[in-house]
């Protein structure tokens, strides 16, 4: 069972452009949003993170958009860079146990120069 | 510095075998975890440890096993290997139990099962 949906699987943009990733999620216990970025042959690090009480998060040229009533949020990368080419995981977690993160399926950036 | 740390990188091995992934954190944490990616790139949460406590994702076959010798390592043991569990198997580290966080991912260990 896919705690959290992700979409595109793929995304091709050009420099300078703007990327776009999307994630749904389910479960309502669910209160902390993180992105990870991961490299070729290297493990995920996180990239931006957002917890519910907010709409919109920014870092330099990322952006997460959240959208608590239709449980759903969102990647944005302004300005996409070739070194920005890797795979961005969504993932959620939820304030029982350990931090537990489920992540979405994966979408592979490529940006072309 | 490396902060998580993983030994082997790779892992080639046969069928039935048993065999160990070591997983080492200097960056003062409480909580480890165990991830396995497979060919789809899906990464899946295995277990969560700390010193007092052990989640096991339920659908981990008990073949699998985490060790922890001691808070900054906490080794995956594999028993009987089967073709299913090539992948790459990710360790991270977190700060405390239970609160949520930057989760800090080791390089990982690609493990070919023949």
């Known amino acids: 069972q896919q705690q959290v949906k992700q979409s595109p699987q793929s995304l091709i943009v050009q420099k300078g452009g703007i990327s776009i990733i999307n994630c749904a999620y389910e479960?309502?216990?669910?209160?902390?949003f993180p992105w990870y970025q991961q490299f070729p042959g290297k493990g995920p690090a996180l990239l931006i993170a957002?917890?519910?009480?907010?709409s919109e998060k920014k870092e330099g040229r990322f952006t997460i958009s959240f959208n608590k009533s239709a449980k759903q949020f969102s990647l944005h990368i302004m300005d996409s860079q070739p070194g920005d080419s890797a795979t961005y995981f969504c993932?959620?977690?939820?304030?029982?146990?350990?931090?537990?993160?489920?992540f979405g399926t994966g979408t592979r950036l490529t940006v072309i120069p | 510095d490396t902060a998580v740390s993983q030994t082997p990188k790779y892992l080639v091995t046969q069928m039935g075998n048993d065999k160990s992934i070591k997983c080492e954190q200097n960056?003062?944490?409480?909580?480890m975890y165990w991830y396995k990616q497979d060919s789809k790139k899906f990464l899946k949460i295995m277990f969560s440890?700390?010193?007092?406590?052990?989640?096991i994702n339920e659908t981990v076959p008990n073949r699998f096993s985490p060790k922890s010798p001691d808070k900054a390592h906490l080794n995956l043991h594999i028993n009987s290997l089967e073709l299913g569990d090539s992948a790459v198997y990710f360790c991270?580290?977190?700060?405390?139990?239970?609160?949520?966080?930057?989760?800090?991912f080791g390089p990982g260990t690609r493990l070919l099962v023949l």
């Open positions: 960056l003062g944490h409480d909580t």
């Open positions: 957002i917890r519910p009480d907010v």
């Open positions: 993932a959620a977690s939820g304030r029982t146990g350990a931090n537990n993160l489920f």
């Open positions: 479960n309502t216990a669910f209160d902390y």
């Open positions: 440890y700390n010193n007092k406590e052990l989640i």
């Open positions: 991270a580290s977190s700060q405390d139990w239970g609160q949520q966080g930057t989760q800090y």
